[in-house]
């Protein structure tokens, strides 16, 4: 993981809006190095605008999110170039990213015999194991993970699972907004359906 200082990340009295409707609202909560939270909710309650709002996409409507270290968000739109093959698309990033041996990401994620594929014709799994491949070859201590599960079958479950943990072991921070069971050693978890807005239409 990059740099020497203890990663850490913190959302405090955030609230999220979209359009005029108002999805949550005082919502906070505060990790470091080696700790894992799960981000529950139905679908529209709000878990992909948190994990934008997380990132620094986007501003909350409320309330503010701190960080120590750097974030890298996985979602359900990896930036990856649909016209390039997937080599030529993870080789941009890896440019970036100052990567010098994506290798073991590659190896790690199965990605080999898919380089020379044009983006725009992988799986959703496919395409996932992709953007997960990217992050490890970044390198950041705080990783944010929109359904990283979905469109994965049950071993690259079992495997994604897997690497969570040992970032997580190893002193880095996971955030996982997901509707399914996760199997991570001492996860937290947030259900944002309590921190929805009363009938009442109470402001944030």
């Known amino acids: 993981m990059q740099g020497s200082v203890s990663p850490a990340i913190s959302a405090k009295d955030i609230a999220c809006r979209r359009g005029d409707r108002l999805l949550f609202r005082k919502l906070s909560f505060a990790l470091t190095g080696g700790e894992a939270l799960h981000i529950t909710g139905a679908n529209g309650t709000g878990k992909t605008s948190l994990m934008r709002a997380l990132a620094g996409l986007t501003t909350p409507f409320a309330g503010n999110v701190q960080h120590e270290g750097d974030i890298g968000l996985l979602d359900e739109r990896p930036a990856l170039d649909p016209d390039q093959s997937l080599g030529r698309a993870l080789a941009f ?4 990213d100052g990567c010098s041996d994506p290798s073991g990401a590659l190896a790690v994620m199965g990605l080999e015999p898919l380089l020379e594929v044009p983006v725009r014709y992988l799986s959703t799994g496919q395409r996932k194991r992709a953007g997960l491949a990217a992050l ?3 390198g950041v201590p705080i990783w944010l993970l929109d ?5 994965l079958d049950v071993a690259a479950i079992a495997q994604v699972t897997a690497l969570i943990q040992m970032h997580v072991s190893g002193g880095g921070i996971a955030v996982i907004a997901s509707h399914q069971v996760l199997a991570i050693e001492g996860l937290r978890s947030l259900e944002l359906g309590d921190y929805a807005p009363s009938v009442t239409g109470e402001a944030a």
Do not use: A, H, K, Y
């Open 147 to 151: 359904e990283p599960l979905s469109g």
């Open 93 to 96: 990033w890896q440019r970036i």
């Open 136 to 138: 490890l070859n970044r």
